[in-house]
């Protein structure tokens, strides 16, 4: 490996699954405030929304997540958007 290229901070990182709690361990350079203990070792914490342990490709199952009300959010500004033209 080339010196001097590589981040100082790669290390072990929690990526934790929201939609399913499921936790995965993986290197990443990424910024986190939280940690998490697994297997009686802490590591970085970074919550993800979605991750192959809940996508609906790779479970083969239609789950709907929505963490931020965006399905609300759209149904009323479609409502709106169909009254106005009425």
């Not at 290197?27 to 070792?41: F, M």
């Not at 199952?61 to 009254?83: C, E, F, I, P, S």
Request: aromatic residues 10%; glycine residues 4%.
């Amino acid at each position: 490996m080339k010196a001097g290229i590589h981040p100082e901070n790669y290390r072990m990182v929690a990526f934790k699954d929201l939609s399913d709690d499921s936790v995965t361990l993986i290197k990443s350079t990424v910024n986190t405030r939280e940690t998490i203990d697994v297997d009686g070792t802490t590591y970085p914490l970074y919550k993800a929304e979605i991750s192959a342990a809940s996508h609906p490709f790779y479970t083969g199952k239609m789950k709907l997540v929505d963490t931020a009300g965006r399905v609300d959010k759209y149904m009323n500004r479609y409502k709106k958007h169909v009254a106005n033209k009425a």
